[in-house]
Nanobody, 123 residues
Framework: EVQLAQSGGGLVQAGGSLRLSCAAS????????IGWFRQAPGKERELVSC????????YYPDSVKVRFTISRDNAKNTAYLQMNSLKPEDTAVYYC????????????????WGQGTQVTVSS
């Protein structure tokens, strides 16, 4: 079965840290760029980080730059998102996604999605 299984997330105070994991199975993980997206209530889903399949190129929007770090271990078929200095505005459901077509990954071309995990940052 093709899937991305997420773990991590939860409730943390502002300034704290969380690490999300995204474990792939059923497909060739190293052939896909991986993106982390988030969706807050009433807002559109947005890309917060991504990493390319081969050379480890990464991208971060200004809203999370320096605070978030994406990584991947192709030997373990797993991607990670380390989130530091969390802010209440980071509260959202976070999704990992695999995109074999676009760089950076796009919502309309990423065909494999994780189940989502809630991240809540209290002030």
């Amino acid at each position: 079965e093709v899937q991305l299984a997420q773990s991590g997330g939860g409730l943390v105070q502002a300034g704290g840290s969380l690490r999300l994991s995204c474990a792939a199975s059923g497909f060739s993980f190293d052939e896909y760029a991986i993106g982390w997206f988030r969706q807050a209530p009433g807002k559109e889903r947005e890309l917060v980080s991504c990493i390319d399949r081969d050379d480890g190129s990464t991208y971060y929007p200004d809203s999370v730059k320096v605070r978030f770090t994406i990584s991947r271990d192709n030997a373990k078929n797993t991607a990670y998102l380390q989130m530091n200095s969390l802010k209440p505005e980071d509260t959202a459901v976070y999704y990992c996604a695999a995109d074999g077509q676009s760089w950076p990954p796009r919502i309309d071309t990423a065909r494999i999605w994780g189940q989502g995990t809630q991240v809540t940052v209290s002030s």
